[in-house]
Every structure is written in C-alpha cells, then in structure tokens.
C-alpha cells in the first residue's frame, strides 16, 4: 500500500494516521454554521487547526446537508480559491478541495490544493478526466451520489460489503481512467442524507473497520459529530465531541489511515494515546 503522497509538492506520510482539519467556507454547513464563510475567519481557523497538529486542512464551498442552499459552480470557485490560496502562501500544511466538480476541481489544484477530496468518488461530468489530468492524490467516498428524498431510509443487506464493492467499482473506474492507483485514498462516508447510512449502519460500519482495509488501500474516517451520535445519544451537533472522541480512538485502533475532524486538537490527543498503546502492546 503507498504511504508517501505528493500532494502539490507538499507530502502527506501515512505510514502513521493523520489528522484532516475541516474547514467549511459555506453559510449553511451543518455544523460550524457558517463561522468562517469570510476569508479572515477562514485562514484564522486554519491557523488555529494546523497549530493544533492538523495535517491536512480541507476547504470545502459548498454544504452537503439535507435542504443545503444550491450552490452555483462559480459561487463554489468564488468561495474557496481565495482560502486556498492564501493557506499556500501562509502555512506549510496539505490543502485538500472538498468538491464533485470538474471546474471546482481545476480552480483548486491552480490555487495550490494538493489533494482532490470527493464525496461522490468522481461521478459527476468530467470529474475522472479532470482528476486525471490533474494527477493529484484523490479521495473517493461512498454516499448515494445525491440527496435522497425525505424519509427515504437506505436498505442494505450487508452495509460493510455494499461500500467495499462500490470502492473497489469506483477504484477500478479511477484506474481505468487514468488516475495512479498510488494516489487514491478511499472513505466510507459515514453519515446520514447523501452518504446513505442509518444509525445502525454507521455502527455497523465502525465495528467492523478493518474490513475496509481488506481493499489494501488508504482509508480515511470522517465520523466528527455525525447523526447517529446525535440518534443514539439525543445530543445537537455542537455536544457531540465525547462521542465523536470516543468512535475516532476505535477506528483509529482499528487502522484508520486519515481522521477528518472539526475538533483538532482533541483529536490529535486521541490519536497519539492510541499510538502510544499500540507502541506498547507491540513491545510487551
């Protein structure tokens, strides 16, 4: 499995797990509430995540919630290339563009992201080629491609084996088309709306974890303040750090490559204590 990855002449080492800071430059995203949509707001909040330990901080334009405002492509680009850009200039850290646009993708990668991160594993128009010509590492997700509609609930027989063959499919396709098999990172996609699981599927999906290592590739978890903390444990987004804790050491301990995480800094703790057992457990 690769574990050096040249991310826009910035290098991202997963032989160790590494922290992904999420940085959402919307009004309307489901969780920071838009509290750095401006671009002062932004790079202090990128400032505060790389000097937390964030390894790769991640810019994202446009919300992925259910009832999220429509955003145009232009608004996207508008939005996250003055972020990416001004990150280059000032931190030495990975960018990665949270995007299934082509355009997005090109305006991005030009404004110095090194990573094109896709919650719907380059299934929109031109995203394969684009990513391609690019030659950027690449993240393909598991989700329903699109919002679902309301009160449609996923059905699977066999959650864990679902997304392993929809990653394995769209690995095949990224290949096919072009795309250095070395510069794929693969993500579930846990989460309720477009990523397409149910609380027990979330859960089903974190006890079993290392089964998606079974695909020998890198893998990133991005559980941060996900639904089913808040169905489970009757608790709004913004109390949900303990869980969110909780399900990032067990995933971690499970050989999680990539944690995608609003609350850095904790979660840098979480991650060097499941180092340091591991560590141990291996000398004693």
Known sequence: MQSLFNCSERFLDLS?????????????????????????KAVRHAVEMVDAGA?????????????AQTVTIQENIDRVVPVIECLRRELDVVISIDTSEADVMRAG?????GILNDVR????KDALQTAAELNLPVILMHS??????????????DV???????????????????????HIILDPGFGSGMFGKAPQHDLEMV??????????????????RKSFMG???????????????????????????????????????????VMALKAFDATA
């Open 160 to 182: 864990v084996v679902t997304v392993k063959n929809y990653l394995s499919d769209r690995l095949v396709a990224a290949v096919e088309a072009g795309i250095n098999r070395e």
């Open 16 to 40: 160790r797990p590494r922290i992904m800071g999420i940085l959402n430059v919307t009004p309307d995203s489901f969780s920071d509430k838009g509290r750095y949509n401006t671009l002062d």
């Open 109 to 113: 990668a030009a404004a110095g992201a």
């Open 231 to 273: 169905a489970i444990l009757d608790r709004p987004v913004s109390d949900r750090l303990p869980a969110s804790l909780a399900v990032a050491a067990l995933v971690l301990n499970a050989g999680a490559h990539i944690l995608r995480v609003h609350d850095v800094a904790e979660s840098v703790d979480v991650m060097k204590l």
């Open 207 to 224: 006890r079993r974890f290392t089964e998606f290592l079974d695909l020998d590739m890198p893998v990133l978890a991005g559980l941060s």
């Open 55 to 67: 390894d790769i901080i991640d810019v994202g334009g446009e919300s992925t919630r259910p009832g």
């Open 144 to 157: 329903l491609c699109e919002q679902p509609k309301p009160g449609v609930m996923p059905q699977y027989d």
């Open 121 to 124: 594993a380059l299934t929109r």
